[in-house]
Each structure stands twice: as C-alpha cells, then as structure tokens.
C-alpha cells in the first residue's frame, strides 16, 4: 500500500475489507466505496447466484473452476466463498474447486476430476473460464448439460455464441455506477455511506448450457 494517494474517493468493483479501508483512509482518502463491516466476510454475490441456479436445478454436486492467472485468484476466491455458502444452505456437498488455464487440454483433466467426483453443474469464476470448461467437456465428449451444467459470470458477449450458448451473471453496471456516484457525493458532502445502496445486483441469464 502507498504511504497516500491523491484521491478524495477509492471505488473498487468488489467490496473492501475493514483492513483495506482503514489503511486507505490513512493514506488520503476521504471515502472508500464499497466497503464492509467490521468483521464481516468478504463474499461476492455472484457466486451465491451461481449455485442458487444449479442447486434449484437438482444439482447436489457442484464443482468450481478457478483462473490459473494469479492476479484473479482473490476475487476468484471470493466468488466461491459465494458458492460454499449456498451449498451450505441447500444442505448439498461443497463446491470441488479446481483450477484451469483457458485452454482444452487443461480444462478436460479438471473435467476428468469433476466427474471422479460425480460433479453435476460447474460454476465459472467469469465466462472465459466457463468456455475452457466447455472445450474441455468435448475433449471428452460430453454434452452439456446432460453430462454437466455450466453456468459463467460477466456476461460478456460471446457468452451467447459458444454451443450450447452459456447461462451467465450479468450487471447492471449503469445502475452500480450511479449508486456509487450517488453514495460518493453524499459521503463528501457529510452524510453517511448506505452499504446496500453501493452494492451489486447479479442476476442469472438462462441459457442452454444449464
């Protein structure tokens, strides 16, 4: 972390653990965006989404596919404390997490690893690494989603044209900006920062691939 920063405001994608947000402050920033409490688990709502998609399909054996790319492994990590929590509130196993680089042959042996362990539907850290999953499934010939369910997150948009086409999460990232940027004035301007009104709304868009 620097020793300050010229920035009245720090706005991240995710949330900012307390650690985080005290040591911004330090440095110069009047305000940290989004930000938890004190105490409360950094966990993305994206992968809750996820599983809650799966699981209300019948799916009781959910793997998870983390990026190889390090940089990504924290929100990586977050996503899936996402998808433990759901799992845990089904009452079904926890997530297999498996890493894979966005290539066939090395997403096919975290396929191979997910059906020694009768995996059924597959959560993605983001689309990209959905879409290896999906190359690494025809390395084996299988069909998704009979054999297994595969959902992404992002929404980008080849999501839409890999075969089958790929259920993600998107964002209203238009909403998110503007809630932020409301939060921010009213923070500078002395009032105090609402937690839900900074937060993101993933929602699911169905596709064939769950």
Same mark, same amino acid.
């Given at each position: 972390?620097?020793?300050? +920063?010229? @920035?009245?405001?720090?706005?991240?994608?995710?949330?900012?653990?307390?650690?985080? +947000?005290?040591?911004?402050?330090?440095?110069?920033?009047?305000?940290?965006? =989004?930000?938890? /409490?004190?105490?409360?688990?950094?966990?993305?709502?994206?992968?809750?989404?996820?599983?809650?998609?799966?699981?209300?399909?019948?799916?009781?054996?959910?793997?998870? @596919?983390?990026?190889?790319?390090?940089?990504?492994?924290?929100?990586?990590?977050?996503?899936?404390?996402?998808? @433990?929590?759901?799992?845990?509130?089904?009452? +079904?196993?926890? /997530?297999?997490?498996?890493?894979?680089?966005?290539?066939?042959?090395?997403?096919?042996?975290?396929?191979?690893?997910?059906?020694?362990?009768?995996?059924?539907?597959?959560?993605?850290?983001?689309?990209?690494? @959905? *879409?290896?999953?999906?190359?690494?499934?025809?390395?084996?010939?299988?069909?998704?989603?009979?054999?297994?369910?595969?959902?992404?997150?992002?929404?980008? =948009?080849?999501?839409?044209?890999?075969? /089958?086409?790929?259920?993600?999460?998107?964002?209203?990232?238009?909403?998110?900006?503007?809630?932020?940027?409301?939060?921010?004035?009213?923070?500078?301007?002395?009032?105090?920062?609402? *937690?839900?009104?900074?937060?993101?709304? =993933?929602? *699911?868009? =169905?596709?064939?691939?769950?």
């Amino acid at each position: 972390m620097c020793a300050s +920063v010229g @920035a009245s405001a720090v706005v991240g994608f995710d949330a900012f653990d307390s650690d985080t +947000v005290q040591a911004l402050h330090r440095a110069g920033a009047h305000v940290v965006l =989004p930000s938890l /409490p004190a105490g409360a688990p950094v966990m993305h709502p994206v992968g809750r989404v996820q599983a809650e998609h799966l699981i209300a399909r019948g799916h009781r054996r959910i793997g998870y @596919a983390l990026p190889a790319h390090e940089g990504l492994l924290p929100m990586a990590e977050e996503r899936l404390q996402g998808v @433990a929590a759901a799992c845990t509130d089904a009452g +079904v196993h926890p /997530p297999l997490a498996l890493g894979t680089s966005l290539d066939a042959d090395s997403a096919a042996r975290a396929v191979a690893q997910w059906r020694e362990h009768s995996v059924t539907g597959v959560c993605a850290f983001n689309d990209e690494t @959905a *879409i290896a999953v999906l190359a690494g499934m025809r390395e084996h010939g299988l069909a998704v989603p009979a054999d297994i369910a595969v959902v992404g997150a992002d929404d980008i =948009p080849t999501a839409r044209l890999t075969s /089958p086409p790929l259920t993600t999460v998107a964002f209203d990232m238009d909403q998110a900006v503007e809630r932020r940027a409301m939060a921010i004035v009213a923070e500078l301007s002395g009032g105090r920062e609402v *937690i839900e009104s900074t937060k993101l709304d =993933p929602r *699911i868009v =169905p596709r064939e691939s769950t």
